[in-house]
């Protein structure tokens, strides 16, 4: 059996968690639980316990836990797979993750996808722009660091209003709870400086949507998301932990596999 440790049970963890037990991925088993707070019955209390259970560990605790334990799993030869990568904007952090030798840093493709074609197009030649438009319900974008102006028209407005135009890095400063799809799409792609991101607010909106277009000389290409809440975590996308399930099954290597 390939054994799964997880950090973190709470929005994603716990459904992994809950998957897993039942048998949802083919020759894969929950083997243990690290949480601060949530007590499971394969919970283990520290770093150790839980590497001397998992073939792989799945971190969907957040950033500061990714900080934490990540170089670790990686140098105690363990495969790594990373469910808080808006993290890795911080430079420092995606250096020292990167370079920890050991097992593999895996970076689950979490609420969005279509990173493959995208990497396929850029073998064929560079893509040119790669950009990401989320447009949110306007109330959920108001941020006390935002002019009057912009708040009052986020408030009151009936028309979208575009509250950033920038790089992915500076987005993620910004916008951290947008990090993760941002972050995502950068590091499959040409990077946190050429990326750019744009964050809609819409009065009209009542769920995230995310589109990411990206063109070169393989192709235009145009993907769009528009993922459900979870029901335990409003900010992120129920379609997650699914993923999650989804790379852990590639894992597994298959005898057919979506590559
Ligand atoms: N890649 C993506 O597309 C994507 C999508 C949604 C969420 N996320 C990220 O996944 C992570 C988890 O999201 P969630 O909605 O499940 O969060 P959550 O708050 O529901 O659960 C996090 C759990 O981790 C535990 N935890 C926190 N710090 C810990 C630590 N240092 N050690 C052990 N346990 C710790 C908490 O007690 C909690 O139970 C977040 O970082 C979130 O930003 C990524």
Redesign the pocket.
């Given at each position: 059996m390939f054994r799964v440790g997880l950090?973190?049970?709470?929005?994603?963890?716990?459904v992994v968690a809950r998957e897993l037990s039942q048998g949802a991925v083919d020759g894969a088993e929950l083997s243990a639980v690290?949480?601060?707070?949530?007590d499971h019955p394969l919970r283990v209390d520290d770093r150790e316990s839980l590497l001397a259970r998992s073939d792989v560990v799945v971190?969907?605790?957040?950033?500061?836990?990714?900080r934490?334990?990540g170089v670790a799993v990686r140098k105690a030869g363990t495969d790594l797979l990373?469910?808080?990568?808006?993290?890795l904007a911080d430079e420092d952090l995606e250096s020292r993750l990167r370079q920890a030798e050991g097992g593999r840093l895996l970076l689950?493709?979490?609420?969005?996808g279509g990173f493959d074609i995208l990497r396929a197009a850029m073998l064929f030649g560079p893509l040119e722009e790669v950009a990401i438009t989320s447009t949110k319900p306007a109330g959920a974008l108001s941020r006390p660091w935002m002019d009057e102006s912009v708040k009052g028209a986020l408030a009151g407005g009936s028309e979208p209003v575009t509250v950033f135009d920038g790089p992915a890095r500076e987005a993620c400063a910004f916008f951290?709870?947008s990090?993760?799809?941002t972050?995502?799409l950068s590091l499959a792609t040409v990077g946190f400086d050429q990326v750019r991101v744009r964050m809609v607010g819409d009065p009209a909106a009542t769920r995230v949507r995310h589109v990411v277009t990206a063109s070169g000389v393989a192709g235009t290409y145009e993907l769009s998301f528009e993922n459900a809440p979870?029901p335990?975590?409003p900010?992120?996308?129920a379609v997650?932990?699914y993923?999650v399930l989804r790379a852990i099954g590639d894992l597994r290597r298959p005898s057919v596999a979506f590559l």
């Amino acid at each position: 059996m390939f054994r799964v440790g997880l950090i973190g049970c709470g929005a994603i963890g716990s459904v992994v968690a809950r998957e897993l037990s039942q048998g949802a991925v083919d020759g894969a088993e929950l083997s243990a639980v690290f949480d601060l707070v949530v007590d499971h019955p394969l919970r283990v209390d520290d770093r150790e316990s839980l590497l001397a259970r998992s073939d792989v560990v799945v971190e969907a605790a957040g950033h500061g836990a990714l900080r934490e334990h990540g170089v670790a799993v990686r140098k105690a030869g363990t495969d790594l797979l990373v469910v808080s990568i808006g993290a890795l904007a911080d430079e420092d952090l995606e250096s020292r993750l990167r370079q920890a030798e050991g097992g593999r840093l895996l970076l689950c493709t979490g609420a969005i996808g279509g990173f493959d074609i995208l990497r396929a197009a850029m073998l064929f030649g560079p893509l040119e722009e790669v950009a990401i438009t989320s447009t949110k319900p306007a109330g959920a974008l108001s941020r006390p660091w935002m002019d009057e102006s912009v708040k009052g028209a986020l408030a009151g407005g009936s028309e979208p209003v575009t509250v950033f135009d920038g790089p992915a890095r500076e987005a993620c400063a910004f916008f951290p709870e947008s990090a993760n799809v941002t972050a995502t799409l950068s590091l499959a792609t040409v990077g946190f400086d050429q990326v750019r991101v744009r964050m809609v607010g819409d009065p009209a909106a009542t769920r995230v949507r995310h589109v990411v277009t990206a063109s070169g000389v393989a192709g235009t290409y145009e993907l769009s998301f528009e993922n459900a809440p979870s029901p335990d975590n409003p900010r992120t996308s129920a379609v997650t932990a699914y993923s999650v399930l989804r790379a852990i099954g590639d894992l597994r290597r298959p005898s057919v596999a979506f590559l």
